[in-house]
């Protein structure tokens, strides 16, 4: 069993790199992979730790994509240093920290106040994001949870809500491609699209050379995963699949099982590593 979406403290996770590997022996993973969002920092801390607890890591990173929806980008098999795509989140990461000045502006303009001391605490020094307002939200007493938080403040559409650059789906999966990695729709429903719009996009995202689909995704029904997973079929994707785990920050899933039903074969790993090699 193994687990292709997980995030540490360095994007917006509540445990370190090393944790998370300490966490993935006890799920009893074969192999997990490291995707915080827009950064690599945590790859060779967990690497180390992974290779001294004989287990894989599989380096990679989530990335933000333009959609009118949601739509985010696994890359798996990035290796951390110079690269199209490297460079590419360095420069994200600059964006992520402008953006962050902006929100918490718009926070103490709707009477939230959240200083950008307190974020940079909360978040540990790096990757700070709005789980971490939210965290910090509630720990003031003026949301009860963190979804609380996203739901009244954060949100896409809320008030406290500020836009983040992001690239666009083209653009990303042809970067991946470049720097001899592998691009993979992160939880496809997020899009809101309808079956058949998302059939047709995903078709696209497949001519464009997307080479997975995370159909086996921790919130997803059974009935959902299978749905996707033919979707994969039809396109000549792989199909993928992880927790989305996020320590504290999404409490009600667990690294490896999700909600309690999530189980990933080794053979997903196994088919994207294929694909490498095409």
Known sequence: MIDLHTHSTVSDGSDSPQELVDLAVKAGLSAFALTDHDRQDGVAP???????????LVPGAEISCQHPGTMHMLVYFLEPGDGPLQNELL???VARDNRNELLV????????????EELEEEAGGSGA???HVAAILVRKGVATS???AFDRWLAKGRPAYVEKERLGPLPAISLALQSGALPVLAHPLSMGLTPSQLEGAVGELAEAGLAGLEAIYGRYSQEERAT???MAAR??????GGSDYHGTYKPDLSIGTGLGDLHVPDSALEALRDRLVE
């Not at 967990?46 to 894989?56: L, N, P, S, V």
């Open 129 to 131: 994001g709005r789980p």
């Open 235 to 240: 396109a000549g994707l792989a199909i993928t």
């Open 91 to 93: 420069r994200l990461q």
């Open 105 to 116: 502006a718009r926070l103490g303009e709707l009477g939230l106040p959240v200083t950008a």
């Open 228 to 230: 996707l997973a033919v």
């Open 46 to 56: 967990a690497r180390q730790k992974a290779a001294e607890a004989g287990i894989e």
């Open 146 to 148: 963190v979804q609380d």
